[in-house]
């Protein structure tokens, strides 16, 4: 069998992180990849090399207009976006990494493989409506990260929190495989889209087990967006991770969940009105939930990245009010914030290696004075900050406008207040990591340490974080661009499409 | 030059951010370049300012500058990047760049460190409050409103008193709350009108039922009775104030607060009209609670900067009773009072600062006898105090004057009781502004070593001299001849209270330069109108 160059075309981003992910297997084979720079180096490189070719490729296809397709994987606009999302938080995941081990003294080429093979599958995840490669891509890129969690095999935390992760993570799958099956017995056939409209033929949409299989599969995508009430892996997996795993976790794992079910739920089960008004209702009450229970734990952090944790959870409540208001214009604004917050994510945690805050010293406390030692980090924290509890007229803020706008537009004011009092609520903790850097002095016990070690060394944590930082400034002044040009295209053309 | 002919505003506003942004970019060691560059950036501002808005004839009340061009819709409506200047914002823009750089003169020695960032965040702020003050579309309006809290934040928190980090966080939180709810507000109404525009917004307004109406006014007003701060939302203020830098406060004091009283003449009562005449009585209420309150707890404080903080409460309460009265007088007298206070008040912080970088206190009972040490000093704190106080033929009599006599004319059922009320919150204010200068600079001089008079060593310098001198002239300018600074509000206001009371068959009301601006769109605004509420006009036609 040969395949069409259109066919290529739709494969090769995702071939290029697998290809690179053998490579570096190959590479970290070398019993002194630990002590050697150079093959160090030289995997890093390649990992940088795969992410960035698949960048480049998925940018030219953009330009070009074309959307290949290679059977049911249909590299559309949508595709084309969410890979450019996954490479783009992959690339500043690998160069946050190369600093984070090395202040951890334990640089691993594995980590680096799991990573590419993640950012295949999430690239698989959301450029299909087949189920079974939809299966196959959600176990792809989750595997990984059940390994990556528990990477740092020396902190026992790092092993537990691993653990949890997969135990809840297989549960969460073998729901979402559970739905699809229900759905695949009904219907006669995999193809989500096709099922949908057989099962409108059948006037089967209400059944109950229909329902049901429609239940498990938003079971499925909640948890990996972690939506409450299956959200409890979340600060642990957070915690327990290296830093840039947790940031690309945050982001990655969030954004391609909300991808695919934007495919699944508005897409291809378009024609199952009521079921799909249903999931509606559902995901309603797990916003509020989400947004309430989120916001109010990551009050009471002081743990750094459990803060983040719960913060990447209360962001799922608003990506999910998008989807309550269910217009083209809101999933516009729900592909807008997921780049947005791609960059303050994955700059949030950026910052903890940039600041060189290894292990366990990840609190408010560890933070105390840094703003000012290194300035442009302090700034680019700011800006993190800010943009994450939705102060104009940084980028964070547009993408809680669109979503509230097109709540408020749909008629639901009460959520939107709801919203609104939870962002309110979440500029106190954010205010909490400013207050810290910028506001209170070390104390004198950190000093003294401070002073002891050398001093923290991190160029390329630190070209990652100004590069996010620069994305969420262009977020806030050229919004128009991202949106019109980027978020809107790949709804209307790309989601048209599989429509 | 073609480009700042076509955007005079855009530089106005923009310019002081980008100055900002290369003054934090400078290394620390070069801090006193910074300000001293900051310093020559706000006053070349400030006579830019003069010169292009004075150069027109502000008298007749229409636009003196204004752009507007659409700026992005992001998938939904439309906003407009539109800026102007009118009769309504001219004086206080024009006030807003006098105290930049006068603060900055005025504070010259207050920071010991930091000073490069200290001046780049004031400039960053003299964007957000120029930017709001000139914004013609409700949503660049919010953006300013917004960013302004930022540098805010920080010029409280870094540099200021002991409980710095409490008074900021309840700053910034207490003001965001109010403005989340009401772009809750916003989206609402414009999701209603399709877009952002002012005079769209109010169409769609007039055409919803008059509950709904009522409950977007009371979002609108609460948002911005926050930042005035209106009785009983002011509790942020005495602390933001004690706690911030001199400078903080003077500008808060001078401009911030000002933003709330001018976001009800600008958008809140013309938008909302009937609603603002129904809840005009309340807030009446409430503006007197705030003079007699606010000058009763100012009378038993034992800080300077704190009675100064809390006689803002009291007359920025005449402010919003100048405009609940809706008579042509009272909202003058409120348009006036704004500026009065911005000088006063701010010249006041600037004096306590002053007092306070030699004394290292601010305690009233530490000092008494000032007057012998410094004697320049006490006499312009007794020039600004009897302004202050509203003594005939300085500023702030004609403001309270109009204002109580717009009360009593304002027709209300307790109207004239009201204005009797607030009398008595004039002879307070004189109560406490010269009891507390008795002790302070009269009597004999507190010799005690650790007294704070005995740390005073020097009077005013020439520095000093040069900040006060403009103030003084200010006060007795405005006391005497307040038509230079209210003439060019006049048409508007008067227009505005016409309609509001006697409808004209246009059933909007606004300033004109957002009338004039949104003139070409009134047929497609009149059509969202009408449109069904499910759909929400223009904004998703991309998508069917």
């Given at each position: 069998m040969s395949l069409t160059p259109s066919q290529w075309a739709a494969l090769l981003p995702l071939l290029l992180p697998a290809f690179g992910a053998c490579l570096v297997v190959?590479?970290?084979?070398?019993?002194?990849?630990g002590t050697t720079k150079w093959i160090r180096g030289a995997m890093y490189g390649t990992a940088l090399l795969a992410v960035a070719g698949s960048f480049w490729f998925l940018t030219s296809l953009w330009k070009t207009g074309s959307q290949p397709a290679f059977f049911q994987l249909h590299m559309d606009r949508l595709a084309q976006f969410t890979g450019i999302f996954v490479a783009v938080a992959a690339a500043l995941t690998i160069l946050q990494s190369w600093d984070h081990f090395h202040q951890e003294g334990w640089v691993k080429g594995e980590t680096l493989s799991l990573l590419l093979f993640s950012v295949t599958g999430m690239m698989l995840f959301a450029s299909t409506t087949h189920f079974v490669a939809l299966f196959l891509g959600l176990e792809l890129f989750s595997i990984p990260l059940y390994a990556l969690v528990g990477t740092v095999r020396a902190r026992s935390e790092?092993?537990?929190?691993?653990?949890?992760?997969?135990?809840?993570?297989?549960?969460?799958?073998?729901?979402?495989?559970?739905?699809?099956?229900l759905i695949y017995g009904l219907s006669g056939t995999f193809d989500l889209a096709a099922a949908a409209g057989a099962l409108k033929a059948q006037g089967a949409l209400l059944d109950p087990l229909v329902m049901a299989g429609a239940a498990l599969m938003l079971l499925g995508f909640l948890f990996k967006v972690s939506a409450v009430p299956f959200h409890q892996w979340t600060p642990d997996a957070y915690e327990a991770s290296p830093h840039p795993i947790a940031g690309f976790m945050s982001v990655a794992t969030k954004g391609v969940a909300f991808i695919a079910l934007l495919r699944v739920f508005p897409g291809s089960f378009a024609p199952m009105g009521p079921v799909t008004a249903k999931v509606q209702t559902v995901l309603a009450a797990l916003a509020v939930a989400t947004l309430v229970l989120g916001n109010l734990?990551?009050?009471?952090?002081?743990?750094v990245k459990r803060m983040l944790a719960y913060s990447s959870i209360s962001h799922a409540g608003y990506l999910m009010l998008g989807f309550v208001a269910g217009t083209p214009a809101a999933y516009t604004g729900v592909l807008f914030y997921l780049v947005i917050y791609l960059a303050m994510n994955m700059g949030a945690f950026g910052l903890l290696t940039a600041f060189g805050l290894v292990g366990e010293k990840t609190t408010f406390d560890d933070l105390r004075g840094l703003g000012w030692k290194r300035p442009a980090m302090g700034f680019s924290a700011a800006v993190f900050m800010l943009s994450l509890a939705g102060i104009?007229?940084?980028g964070g803020f547009y993408g809680k406008y669109m979503i509230f706008r097109e709540l408020v537009g749909a008629g639901h004011v009460g959520l939107a207040i709801l919203g609104v009092l939870a962002s309110l609520v979440s500029a106190y903790y954010y205010l909490r990591f400013l207050v810290a850097l910028f506001l209170q002095a070390p104390s004198a016990e950190a000093e003294r340490l401070a002073s002891d070690r050398p001093a923290v060394h991190a160029p390329l944590a630190g070209a990652a974080v100004l590069v996010s930082a620069a994305i969420v400034l262009a977020g806030g002044l050229i919004q128009y661009a991202l949106a019109d040009g980027f978020a809107k295209r790949a709804i209307v053309e790309g989601l048209g499409l599989i429509r | 030059m073609t480009w700042l002919n076509l955007h005079?505003?855009?530089?106005?506003?923009f310019a002081p951010t980008v100055l900002g942004f290369l003054l934090m970019a400078l290394p620390h060691a070069l801090g006193k370049l910074a300000r001293l560059l900051g310093f020559l950036?706000?006053?070349?501002?400030?006579?830019?300012?003069?010169?292009?808005?004075?150069?027109?004839?502000p008298a007749a009340g229409g636009t003196v500058l204004a752009e507007r061009t659409p700026w992005f819709t992001l998938v939904g409506l439309p906003v407009d990047y539109a800026l102007a200047v009118d009769g309504l914002n001219l004086w206080l823009v024009l006030l807003t760049t006098f105290l930049v750089p006068l603060t900055m003169l005025g504070t010259w020695n207050s920071l010991k460190d930091r000073m490069g960032t200290f001046a780049a965040l004031f400039l960053l702020l003299e964007t957000g409050m120029l930017g709001a003050l000139v914004a013609q579309d409700l949503f660049v309006f919010y953006l300013f409103w917004e960013a302004m809290l930022i540098p805010m934040y920080f010029m409280i928190g870094v540099w200021g008193g002991d409980e710095r980090r409490y008074a900021a966080n309840k700053f910034f939180l207490y003001t965001l709350s109010g403005s989340l709810l009401w772009l809750v507000a916003l989206l609402y109404l414009a999701n209603k009108a399709g877009g952002f525009n002012p005079a769209l917004m109010a169409q769609a307004a007039s055409a919803l039922p008059f509950g709904v109406q009522g409950w977007l006014f009371i979002a609108f007003a609460v948002a911005f009775a926050i930042k005035v701060p209106l009785f009983p939302l002011h509790t942020w203020l005495p602390d933001a104030h004690v706690q911030a830098p001199t400078a903080g406060s003077v500008i808060l004091a001078g401009v911030l607060l000002k933003l709330g009283g001018y976001g009800f003449i600008r958008f809140a009562i013309p938008m909302f009209p009937q609603a603002a005449m129904h809840y005009a009585k309340p807030i009446a209420l409430l503006s007197v609670i705030a003079i007699v309150y606010g000058a009763?707890?100012?009378?038993?404080?034992?800080?300077?900067?704190k009675l100064v903080a809390y006689s803002s409460v009291s007359h920025m309460g005449f402010v919003m009773l100048g405009l609940a009265s809706m008579t042509v007088i009272g909202t003058q007298g409120a348009m006036l009072q704004m500026l009065n206070h911005g000088v006063s008040t701010g010249a006041l912080f600037l004096l306590v600062g002053m007092l306070y970088d030699r004394a290292h206190t601010r305690m009233i009972s530490d000092f008494g006898g000032v007057a012998v040490k410094m004697?320049?000093?006490?006499?312009?704190?007794?020039?600004?105090?009897?302004?202050?106080?509203?003594?005939?033929?300085?500023?702030?009599f004609v403001g309270e004057f109009w204002i109580l006599n717009g009360t009593f004319l304002s027709g209300f059922t307790w109207g004239r009781l009201y204005a009797v009320l607030a009398t008595s919150g004039v002879l307070l204010g004189a109560v406490y502004m010269l009891w507390m200068f008795m002790r302070v600079f009269w009597g004999p001089e507190n010799k005690d070593e650790d007294s704070g008079t005995h740390h005073l060593h020097s009077d005013l310098n020439a520095r000093e001299i040069a900040v006060m001198l403009p103030i003084v002239v200010l006060i007795v300018w405005m006391g005497v001849h307040p038509r230079t600074f209210v003439g060019a509000s006049e048409a508007p206001v008067a227009a505005l209270l016409q309609e509001i009371k006697a409808p004209a068959p246009r059933p909007f009301i606004l300033a004109p330069a957002v009338r004039e601006a949104a003139a070409p769109g009134e047929s497609a605004g009149a059509h969202a109108s009408e449109a069904p509420v499910s759909e929400a006009p223009a904004a998703h036609e991309v998508h069917r």
């Open positions: 190959l590479m970290s084979l070398d019993k002194d990849q790092s092993a537990e929190g691993g653990m949890k992760y997969f135990m809840t993570g297989a549960v969460a799958s073998s729901c979402f495989l559970m739905g699809g099956v734990t990551a009050l009471v952090q002081s743990n104009p007229p940084l | 005079p505003l855009t530089f106005l506003v950036g706000a006053l070349a501002i400030f006579v830019l300012s003069l010169a292009w808005l004075l150069g027109h004839n009763l707890v100012a009378m038993v404080q034992r800080d300077i900067k004697p320049i000093f006490t006499t312009f704190f007794m020039i600004v105090t009897l302004s202050s106080i509203g003594l005939p033929l300085t500023n702030g």
